[in-house]
């Protein structure tokens, strides 16, 4: 028999009533649902291996990670770059930009410059390690990467994006007036997505 630990807030959480808008379920529908797949995966994939089971018993595989991260490919896709949450090398970017553009930051992208964020990484990548920012063609979360090894295809889901210190609130999209106030290439930055979306199969 399998435990978890099921919070209140579930109930009223805001990627819960995304999936219950989406699934046209209510929102014990929903919780339900979401505890029945915990169960199982507790159950018959504890170490989240699904190669034992056939396709047709899998209806869709989905990631999800907690803080801020930061994975450079290069054109071929390969990492050229991985930065975990606590990485905060990046504290010499950061604090330059505390000292000129703090508040605007804060205004477009609801965050102060952290070195744990993607913004002041990049930044520390590009200062300390040109030759890899040059040859870096994509920026992912890890979870955006992981998507992206799943499927081929390279997309910033836009809860994650809004993690970055490179998303505009107000309009839903990346910022180009930060990447550009920032000297980052606007290139590296992938399609947004919406969470739930179905990114394509796995290959």
């Known amino acids: 028999m399998s435990w978890i630990t099921?919070?209140?807030?579930?109930?009223?959480?805001?990627?819960?009533?995304?999936?219950?808008?989406?699934?046209?379920?209510?929102?014990?529908?929903?919780?339900?649902?979401?505890?029945?797949?915990?169960?199982?995966a507790m159950d018959y994939a504890p170490d989240g291996d699904l190669s034992r089971f056939a396709a047709a018993d899998i209806a869709a595989v989905s990631f999800s990670t907690l803080r801020h991260t930061l994975v450079a490919l290069d054109t071929q896709g390969d990492v050229l770059f991985a930065s975990p949450n606590r990485d905060a090398r990046a504290v010499d970017q950061t604090m330059r930009l505390i000292d000129t553009c703090a508040d605007e930051i804060y205004r477009i992208s609801g965050h102060r410059p952290m070195p744990n964020l993607m913004a002041c990484k990049l930044q520390w990548l590009r200062d300390t390690q040109p030759d890899l920012y040059e040859k870096t063609t994509t920026v992912f979360t890890v979870e955006d990467y992981f998507n992206f090894k799943l499927t081929g295809v390279a997309r910033a889901e836009r809860t994650n994006a809004g993690e970055t210190m490179l998303y505009d609130l107000a309009s839903n999209r990346w910022s180009d007036e930060l990447i550009e106030k920032l000297a980052l290439k606007r290139t590296m930055f992938p399609v947004l997505v919406d969470s739930g979306v179905v990114l394509g199969h796995i290959t």
């Open 6 to 40: 099921s919070h209140s807030a579930l109930k009223e959480h805001p990627k819960r009533k995304r999936l219950s808008r989406l699934l046209g379920l209510d929102v014990y529908q929903t919780i339900g649902l979401l505890h029945c797949l915990w169960w199982w």
